[in-house]
């Protein structure tokens, strides 16, 4: 497994942007399917986008439908960091923010459950 350390959330205004970030450790993180997932206060936890690499430079990529083209997950294997970009945020964005890891997890599809590693969370509050 990797160890997952997230970064960059915080108070942002409806319509503004952020940048999520998720630093792993670990020689695998290449072979990796790394998503992320939210939680807000009294909600289960639910999908946000995932991205699994399928060839050479080449990504398999997978949003939840609320946030689908406002969202952008990318992954960089050379510095071992996945981030979510973050634009148009809106309230119902409000929620903390966590990156997760495994091995030969398919894309699209992904669920929770699939995941053995994951970071400690980032708090993600949009104001309206």
């Known amino acids: 497994q990797v160890q997952l350390a997230e970064s960059g959330g915080g108070l942002v205004q409806a319509g503004g942007s952020l940048r999520l970030s998720c630093a792993a450790s670990g020689r695998t993180f290449s072979s990796y399917t790394m998503a992320w997932f939210r939680q807000a206060p009294g909600k289960e936890r639910e999908f946000v986008a995932a991205i699994r690499r399928i060839g050479v430079n080449t990504y398999a990529v997978d949003y939840a439908h609320s946030v689908k083209g406002r969202f952008t997950i990318s992954k960089d294997n050379a510095k071992n960091t996945v981030y979510l970009q973050m634009n148009n945020l809106k309230p119902e964005d409000t929620a903390v923010y966590y990156c997760?890891?495994?091995?030969?997890?398919?894309?699209?599809?992904?669920?929770?459950?699939?995941?053995?590693?994951w970071g400690q969370g980032t708090q993600v509050t949009v104001s309206s």
């Open positions: 997760a890891g495994a091995e030969r997890v398919a894309v699209p599809g992904p669920r929770a459950t699939d995941f053995g590693s």
